[in-house]
């Protein structure tokens, strides 16, 4: 969907938010596999979770977690494109068992309704995309600094919450390298219901085949 068609708002400093999105776009085509780390807090009502992945990745959508922390530590999750399934076991004893279960399975998404896919970096450059096929309105929220990465803030103001996990604004930081770093949600009240921050990224790296068989 051409730029044009999205309501684009520049700040006083003109920051040119229409080219960042897309050498945002630019940045996602160049990556074909990573692996990273990150930690994620998700509420829905008076449920809430904090959990740490470990997350391999490759195109289209070869997707492999392992919970590092948190509720269910050492469980693993791998979904397969070719199949749309998602194979699990979870960790200790119970290791050697291994299921077969649809994406949208409650045991393996998460508080909000993530599914396994949904996870790491290709995540957020996939629902990215998706607000921009939307045509959502964007706007620049100002830049960052933190342990020596900067970049932009990008807010999304989302119409079609039901299909976005009940969001109704979503503010995504991208590095000047146009890398997702952190994310914040929040829900039609105003309530932060997500968080996520995105590190030890590495992009474009070998992963060996086996990590896609569970």
């Keep these: 969907m051409p730029f044009t068609t999205l309501l684009i708002i520049f700040s006083q400093t003109q920051f040119n938010l229409e080219e960042f999105v897309s050498k945002i776009k630019e940045k ?52 397969n494109p070719e199949k749309n399934v998602v194979r699990g076991r979870k960790g200790g004893l119970l290791r050697g068992i291994v299921l077969t279960l649809k994406p949208d399975d409650k045991k393996v998404t998460s508080v909000l309704g993530f599914k396994t896919y949904d996870a790491g ?30 970049g932009k803030k990008i807010k999304v103001k989302i119409t079609k919450p039901d299909k976005y996990w009940g969001l109704k604004e979503e503010i995504i930081w991208f590095t000047d390298d146009y890398i997702p770093y952190r994310t914040e ?30």
């Design 121 to 150: 970096i290709s995540g957020i450059y996939i629902r990215f995309m998706k607000y921009l096929e939307e045509g959502f309105e964007l706007g620049f929220a100002g830049d960052f600094e933190e342990n020596g990465i900067k």
């Design 28 to 79: 996602w085509e160049s990556i074909q596999t990573y692996e990273c780390e990150y930690t994620t807090f998700q509420k829905k009502g008076k449920e809430s979770e904090e959990v740490t992945y470990h997350v391999y990745f490759k195109k289209p959508l070869w997707t492999r977690l392992k919970v590092l922390k948190g509720k269910n530590k050492g469980s693993e999750a791998m979904y």
């Design 185 to 214: 949600g929040f829900d039609e009240n105003g309530e932060k219901v997500l968080t996520a921050h995105f590190y030890m990224v590495k992009l474009n790296v070998e992963i060996p085949e086996k990590m896609w068989k569970l």
